[in-house]
């Protein structure tokens, strides 16, 4: 077989391969498990892979570049035009196929394990931001119930806590209440631990970092956002301008125009 081209369809367990001739001639389709990938693509000649970029795409795609594969990754939304008929892993793999041979095609850069550890602390620290912050609501909303009210923000946090401990030494609030209270005062008091942890070790990223701290120099930008950007863009070099930079980050209208009728949308982020 004479395989020039694969589509790669990833999944959990299940993988499935379209592989087409320097002609666009169908050579192989094969269903894989995860323990068979590696050691089919050892058997193959080097060989341009597509995949969607999609959950473990970079992993994938690190791993077959070490195997002498050429990856490309692309946007699962740009590949979606080129799946000829009902949605099924097979079908979708050879769309991958042929969209990755189309010149016009945008590719997404494979990210070094490096660059992805680094946006894991940012997406762990968002979650516990929220769950803080839900923390937060249900003490104001269980409070407000008997009448105890402190304002918003960083001093009426610490209000509400002084509210909880001195209601709970007076006797003010009742055993139950301050039973189901205390548990959340517990995981309010560890998220707040957790999260200062995990902003120190971004501050020690973005000290390290020469890219980061250039960023933080435009106004608008601190730590968090200089050491997020920094890790999301890896080749900037990529972007023809700054202008495409933002319309990818998501910071231009969302635009749906036809027939020479101009209709913008909300701004993604």
């Known amino acids: 077989m004479q395989i020039s081209t694969i589509g790669l369809d990833l999944a959990k367990n299940v993988f499935q391969v379209h592989g087409v001739d320097e002609v666009g001639k169908l050579t192989i389709t094969r269903r894989l498990r995860r323990g068979q990938l590696i050691g089919f693509f050892k ?35 740009y590949v979606k035009a080129y799946v000829k008929r009902s949605k099924n892993d ?22 070094t394990a490096e660059s992805q550890a680094a946006l ?14 839900q923390l937060i609501n249900a003490l104001r ?4 119930e008997v009448g105890l009210v402190a304002a918003t923000g960083v001093d009426g946090l610490k209000s509400l806590l002084a509210i909880i401990r001195e209601a709970g030494e007076t006797g003010q609030l ?10 959340l005062v ?7 631990a957790q999260i200062g942890q ?30 997020a950007i920094a890790a999301t863009v890896t080749e900037p070099g990529a972007f023809k301008s700054g202008r ?24 993604s982020k």
């Not at 041979?101 to 997404?108: D, E, L, N």
Request: glycine letters at 8%; aromatic letters at 2%; proline letters at 7%.
């Open 43 to 77: 058997k193959l000649p080097p060989c341009l892979v597509g995949m969607e970029a999609c959950a473990t795409a970079h992993y994938w795609a690190r791993e077959l570049v070490k195997l002498g594969h050429t990856v490309r990754l692309m946007p699962a939304s």
């Open 174 to 183: 009742p055993g139950p209440m301050r039973q189901a209270l205390q548990p």
């Open 120 to 133: 894991m602390l940012h997406r762990s620290r968002d979650l516990l931001v929220r769950q803080r912050t």
């Open 244 to 267: 495409e930079l933002a319309a990818w980050i998501g910071l231009v209208p969302r635009q749906h125009s036809t027939g020479g009728k101009q209709t913008l949308g909300s701004i």
């Open 186 to 192: 517990d995981q309010l008091a560890a998220l707040q």
């Open 141 to 144: 909303a269980h409070l407000a």
């Open 198 to 227: 995990l902003e120190r070790s971004i501050h020690a990223q973005h000290r390290a970092s020469d890219v980061s701290r250039r960023l933080e120099t435009i106004p608008g930008i601190g730590v968090i956002g200089a050491t």
């Open 90 to 111: 097979a079908a979708d793999a050879a769309g991958i196929c042929e969209a990755v041979t189309r010149p016009s095609m945008r590719f997404v850069p494979v990210k």
